[in-house]
């Protein structure tokens, strides 16, 4: 009797320790550029097991009221993420949920996320946060960019979506292909359509001030969630493309756009972060 009782004293002991350890959740403040491992509030080597979630329609975000699989953010979802030892989560804050209608910023959208990530914060998850996009906007078989951002004039009508893979598609009202003509292509091939590279590179050239707007959008994101220490750091965009490949093929070439387009407005985002 007396083993089993000192074996479910360890046990309950151990079981403590990782509560704890669970809910230490310190700030990152830092990355070491010698041994490129992020640095906490208290000087120590964050190491991180994490999963994505991503909204990628409206409402943009995950559910937050009833646990549905892969698509929500409730107690049983926190609990299956623990018994797993996830420790981060990379986030997706969709530009469409902030932003619907230009310099318009949705703050309930903002609000529930900051929710979200308050919750993984008080059980000692981690957040990322993804501006996250697929092929850039819906009028591009796409998700991620609001629906103001792209023009359907910006392309002669035989160079519309999905221009080259296919003839182009009919449209909605807005601009928008049906989900089935959408889904009989290839979204990753999508990137090399001329529509898509036209879009991106009117981003990174700020045509009508829209890289200004993409950076705005940060800095709205930013003073919402800076103050949350279980915000660790912000991806600026998921997979982004090169930009107008069509008119400028030599941004194909590996490392050309990185240094062209890239990083002049991703060192603007940086900016509006830290301000």
Same mark, same amino acid.
């Given at each position: 009797?007396?083993?089993?009782?000192i074996?479910?004293?360890?046990?309950?002991?151990?079981?403590?320790?990782?509560?704890?350890v669970n809910a230490?959740?310190?700030?990152?403040?830092?990355?070491?550029?010698?041994?490129?491992?992020?640095?906490?509030?208290? !000087?120590?080597?964050?190491?991180f097991?994490?999963?994505?979630?991503?909204?990628?329609?409206?409402?943009?975000?995950?559910?937050?009221?009833?646990?549905?699989?892969?698509?929500?953010v409730?107690?049983?979802?926190i609990?299956?993420?623990k018994?797993?030892?996830?420790?981060i989560?990379?986030?997706?804050?969709?530009?469409? !949920?902030?932003?619907?209608?230009?310099?318009q910023?949705?703050?309930?959208?903002l609000?529930?996320?900051?929710?979200?990530i308050?919750?993984f914060?008080?059980?000692?998850?981690?957040?990322?946060?993804?501006?996250h996009?697929?092929?850039?906007?819906?009028q591009?078989? !796409?998700?991620?960019a609001?629906?103001?951002?792209?023009?359907?004039?910006?392309?002669?009508?035989?160079?519309?979506?999905?221009?080259?893979?296919?003839?182009?598609?009919?449209?909605?009202?807005?601009?928008?292909?049906?989900?089935?003509?959408?889904?009989?292509?290839?979204?990753?091939?999508?990137y090399?359509?001329?529509?898509?590279?036209?879009?991106? !590179?009117r981003l990174?050239?700020?045509?009508?001030?829209?890289?200004?707007?993409?950076?705005?959008y940060?800095?709205v994101?930013?003073?919402?969630?800076?103050?949350?220490?279980?915000?660790?750091?912000?991806?600026?965009?998921n997979?982004?493309?090169?930009?107008?490949?069509?008119?400028?093929?030599?941004?194909?070439?590996?490392?050309?756009?990185?240094?062209?387009?890239?990083?002049?407005?991703?060192?603007?985002?940086?900016?509006?972060?830290r301000?």
């Open positions: 009797m007396k083993t089993l009782s074996s479910a004293a360890i046990a309950a002991v151990a079981l403590s320790v990782l509560n704890v230490d959740l310190s700030k990152i403040v830092r990355v070491n550029p010698a041994t490129q491992h992020f640095i906490d509030a208290q !000087g120590r080597s964050r190491f097991h994490g999963t994505n979630m991503v909204k990628k329609s409206f409402p943009w975000h995950m559910d937050v009221n009833n646990f549905v699989p892969s698509w929500s409730v107690d049983r979802d609990e299956l993420m018994s797993l030892n996830i420790n989560v990379r986030l997706g804050v969709h530009w469409a !949920g902030v932003e619907p209608v230009r310099g910023y949705n703050q309930t959208y609000d529930v996320t900051q929710g979200i308050k919750k914060q008080d059980n000692g998850i981690y957040t990322l946060v993804d501006q996009q697929d092929v850039w906007a819906a591009l078989c !796409g998700h991620g609001p629906l103001w951002f792209v023009k359907s004039d910006w392309v002669t009508p035989g160079h519309r979506m999905p221009y080259p893979q296919k003839a182009p598609f009919a449209v909605d009202a807005n601009g928008v292909p049906s989900d089935a003509d959408c889904n009989s292509i290839d979204w990753s091939v999508s090399l359509d001329y529509a898509v590279g036209n879009a991106f !590179g990174y050239n700020n045509y009508d001030n829209l890289g200004d707007a993409w950076v705005a940060w800095k994101v930013a003073t919402n969630y800076n103050a949350l220490p279980g915000v660790m750091g912000y991806d600026l965009m997979e982004p493309w090169v930009g107008d490949h069509m008119a400028d093929p030599t941004l194909l070439t590996p490392g050309v756009a990185d240094s062209r387009n890239l990083e002049p407005l991703w060192n603007k985002g940086n900016n509006a972060i301000q």
